[in-house]
Each structure stands twice: as structure tokens, then as C-alpha cells.
């Protein structure tokens, strides 16, 4: 059963590599106007999502995922999201999109990542992970993220 379950993730995590690359093969101009859009059900007006998921009608799960991945440069990145955010973000950021309703809890995790992506790329394997089980549950694990960081940074800096 272990194994199923391993295998499941490892073709998930493929699934969301391949989302990566159709996304990079995309036109300049449909990448520019998945990266203009300020609310997720504006995508389905745009032909850059249906590139994206070619003959199928993007679930919520992808909507989301096409809403996030234009600002994820990178497949991996070399430190976790919640470390980034906290160096880069300030925690009244964090618990305001954790506060907010769909879907302005997701467009101001988009913000996030439009901020974090000024400093540095940004790892769409963590983010797509998220996408794929935005609600509740999981941006209270993203906090307890956040802060276990955040107080890991402040203990480095006191030492």
C-alpha cells in the first residue's frame, strides 16, 4: 500500500512537471495574459488555460494551478516556500490570506508569490502541492510553516 501511495505522488509530482513545461512552451503572449489576470474564474476566458490542459475542462484544482504557476519560474527551488515567506514576508501578510474566504485567500497567496518572485524564483512543486489542496486546512499547515520558520530564523538570529 506504501508503495501505491509513492508511486501516486511520484506521478503527481510528474503530472506537475509536465504543467511546467506546457506552460514554459507557451506563447509569450498567452504567458503574459495567464499572468494579467486578477481573479481565477477570469481564466476561463483566456486560451493560454486551455493550452495549458489540453482537451479537458480544467477542474477547480487546475484553475487554481494556472492561476498560481505563471509566477513560478523554476520546477524546484532551493529553500521551502514557508522560510521564504519568512525572510520576505511580514506575518501580518500571512494571516490575512489565511483569514480571507475563496477567493481572496487565493489571490492573496498569488500576491505572495508575485512579491516572492522579485527576490528569487519561485519552486512551483511546492505550490502546485498547495494548489492541488487549497482550503482550510491546508494554509493552517502553510502558517505553523511560516512560523516554525519564522522562529527558527529569530533563534539564528540570537545565536
Same mark, same amino acid.
Given at each position: 500500500m506504501a508503495k501505491d501511495t509513492q508511486s501516486q505522488d511520484d506521478d503527481q509530482m510528474q503530472d506537475f512537471r509536465d504543467l511546467h513545461a506546457r506552460h514554459a512552451a507557451l506563447p509569450n503572449g498567452l504567458q503574459a495574459e495567464l499572468r494579467r489576470v486578477d481573479h481565477p474564474?477570469?481564466?476561463r476566458d483566456c486560451a493560454g488555460l486551455y493550452r495549458l490542459?489540453?482537451?479537458?475542462?480544467?477542474?477547480?484544482?487546475?484553475? =487554481?494551478?494556472?492561476?498560481? &504557476?505563471p509566477w513560478c519560474r523554476e520546477v524546484e527551488s532551493e529553500q521551502p516556500l514557508a522560510r521564504r515567506c519568512a525572510e520576505h514576508i511580514?506575518?501580518?501578510?500571512?494571516?490575512?490570506?489565511?483569514r480571507d474566504t475563496a477567493p481572496q485567500d487565493l489571490i492573496a497567496f498569488r =500576491?505572495?508569490?508575485?512579491? &516572492?518572485?522579485?527576490h528569487a524564483p519561485v519552486g512551483w512543486l511546492e505550490v502546485a502541492r498547495l494548489a492541488q489542496f487549497w482550503g482550510d486546512r491546508c494554509k493552517r499547515r502553510f502558517v505553523e510553516d511560516f512560523y516554525l520558520n519564522l522562529y527558527s530564523l529569530d533563534q539564528g538570529d540570537a545565536a
Open positions: 474564474d477570469t481564466l490542459f489540453p482537451g479537458a475542462r480544467p477542474t477547480a484544482q487546475q484553475l =487554481r494551478q494556472a492561476f498560481l &504557476l511580514h506575518e501580518r501578510r500571512i494571516i490575512q490570506m489565511a =500576491r505572495l508569490l508575485i512579491h &516572492l518572485h522579485s
